[in-house]
């Protein structure tokens, strides 16, 4: 459930900054003749804290996004390089992954609250292709190998270490 959770905040935080270039109500964001965002996008919660903040410069994203929660504390942060760290809101360390091109690189890490390893996913050409799962003492549980028919076809074959 939280994987399904955390990719919507991606989607959510992909679709707010693509939509960024034409938003309205962010007086910091400031556009050229050629409809190029140009400066900070900052959006507030009702109670005026901050919520999202992206700078561009001529079009170009330079620096990092940022989510924070009504709290102030950083919720979610994609760099430039396409780094993606999401937290917990008392600040520790959720999960972790690179994408590039729109698609996941090299390993995702999901971590309990506890700071201990939840699982870590593999992936290989944006395919998702082995899943290790770690109990909250540290130990593993299981080991899948995630084999893909169709987009929707989905086996694992898995060795559980219980």
Same mark, same amino acid.
């Given at each position: 459930?939280?994987?399904?959770? &955390? =990719?919507?905040?991606?989607?959510?935080?992909?679709?707010?900054?693509? @939509?960024? @270039?034409?938003?309205? !109500?962010?007086?910091?964001? @400031? /556009? $050229?003749?050629?409809? =190029?965002?140009?400066? %900070?996008?900052?959006?507030?919660?009702?109670?005026?804290?901050?919520?999202? /903040?992206?700078?561009?410069?001529? *079009?170009?994203?330079?620096?990092?996004?940022? +989510?924070?929660?009504? @709290?102030?504390?950083? +919720?979610?942060?994609?760099? $430039?390089? *396409? &780094?993606?760290?999401?937290?917990?809101?008392?600040?520790?360390?959720?999960?972790?992954?690179?994408?590039?091109?729109?698609?996941?690189? !090299?390993? /995702?890490?999901?971590?309990?609250?506890? *700071?201990?390893? &939840?699982? =870590?996913?593999?992936?290989?050409?944006?395919?998702?292709? %082995?899943?290790?799962?770690? +109990?909250? &003492? !540290? =130990?593993?549980?299981?080991?899948?190998?995630?084999?893909?028919?169709?987009?929707?076809?989905?086996? /694992?074959?898995?060795?559980?270490?219980?």
């Amino acid at each position: 459930m939280l994987r399904y959770l &955390n =990719v919507l905040i991606v989607i959510l935080l992909s679709f707010l900054v693509t @939509s960024c @270039s034409l938003h309205t !109500g962010a007086k910091e964001l @400031s /556009e $050229t003749k050629k409809n =190029v965002p140009d400066g %900070w996008f900052r959006t507030y919660y009702s109670e005026g804290q901050l919520e999202l /903040e992206v700078n561009y410069e001529n *079009g170009l994203r330079i620096s990092p996004i940022r +989510h924070f929660y009504p @709290s102030g504390q950083l +919720h979610t942060e994609v760099d $430039t390089d *396409g &780094n993606y760290h999401q937290y917990f809101e008392d600040g520790t360390l959720a999960m972790e992954f690179t994408e590039k091109n729109g698609k996941k690189i !090299g390993e /995702e890490k999901i971590y309990y609250s506890n *700071g201990s390893l &939840n699982s =870590v996913l593999k992936y290989r050409d944006g395919e998702c292709y %082995w899943r290790d799962d770690y +109990h909250r &003492n !540290g =130990v593993i549980r299981s080991s899948c190998k995630i084999l893909r028919g169709t987009k929707r076809e989905r086996r /694992e074959i898995c060795n559980s270490f219980d």
